[in-house]
T-cell receptor, first 113, second 113 residues
Framework: DSGVTQTPKHLITATGQRVTLRCSPR?????VYWYQQSLDQGLQFLIHYYNGEERAKGNILERFSAQQFPDLHSELNLSSLELGDSALYFC????????????FGPGTRLTVL | GQQLNQSPQSMFIQEGEDVSMNCTSS?????WLWYKQDPGEGPVLLIA?????ELTSNGRLTAQFGITRKDSFLNISASIPSDVGIYFC?????????????FGTGTRLTIIP
């Protein structure tokens, strides 16, 4: 158990809908990273938040957005969902800027029908 | 998005055999991490490497940070059934504002009875 929690574990929805994925980092960790894992693209970095502020963006679609709240939990919002958005979404956390090791949560499996 | 080249893509071995896999990149990294992922779970950190040429062990696992900073290697000695899973390398530049992990394509390890 990494100490990172994610909810829900599974999510099934229809095209065009909007969903919110939630992540709680390990106790004391200030950084949250979001990754998407799909069969064709593998594990891809989406976005990084540190202590409530966005630090870096990766291959994140404009239909996707995220935020980190004062209690340090983070939410990833996916809107206008398409079939190709079906994937595993992971968050990871670590303690500080420049911290190397990232600890991953169990993931949310999103299925868009 | 970018993925690092990992080889082999899959391995079928017998219990007790040693395993070697590697990861190569076209660009340099300051940190190399190795993760293991079981089906339906998040990646679990196995070993972290911080310096070119570094050799680090974690039980039966040994990893090396390539001298060119563009590759890394993972060895597993005397494999056991719980070693089954997918192994991912991940490279990181770890500069402020650029802490994302770039993952390899994965090596799937199967133990033949």
């Amino acid at each position: 158990d990494s100490g990172v929690t994610q909810t829900p574990k599974h999510l099934i929805t229809a095209t065009g809908q909007r969903v919110t994925l939630r992540c709680s980092p390990r106790s004391g960790d200030l950084s949250v990273y979001w990754y998407q894992q799909s069969l064709d693209q593998g594990l891809q970095f989406l976005i990084h938040y540190y202590n409530g502020e966005e630090r870096a963006k990766g291959n994140i679609l404009e239909r996707f957005s995220a935020q980190q709240f004062p209690d340090l939990h983070s939410e990833l919002n996916l809107s206008s969902l398409e079939l190709g958005d079906s994937a595993l979404y992971f968050c990871a956390s670590n303690r500080r800027l420049g911290g190397n090791e990232q600890f991953f949560g169990p993931g949310t499996r999103l299925t868009v029908l | 998005g970018q993925q690092l080249n990992q080889s082999p893509q899959s391995m079928f071995i017998q219990e007790g055999e040693d395993v070697s896999m590697n990861c190569t990149s076209s660009s340099i990294f300051n940190t190399w991490l190795w993760y293991k992922q079981d089906p339906g779970e998040g990646p679990v950190l196995l070993i972290a490497l911080y310096k070119a040429g570094e050799l680090t062990s974690n039980g039966r696992l040994t990893a090396q940070f390539g001298i060119t900073r563009k590759d890394s290697f993972l060895n597993i000695s005397a494999s056991i059934p719980s070693d089954v899973g997918i192994y991912f390398c991940a490279g990181q530049l770890a500069n402020f504002g650029n802490e994302k992990l770039t993952f390899g394509t994965g090596t799937r390890l199967t133990i033949i009875p």
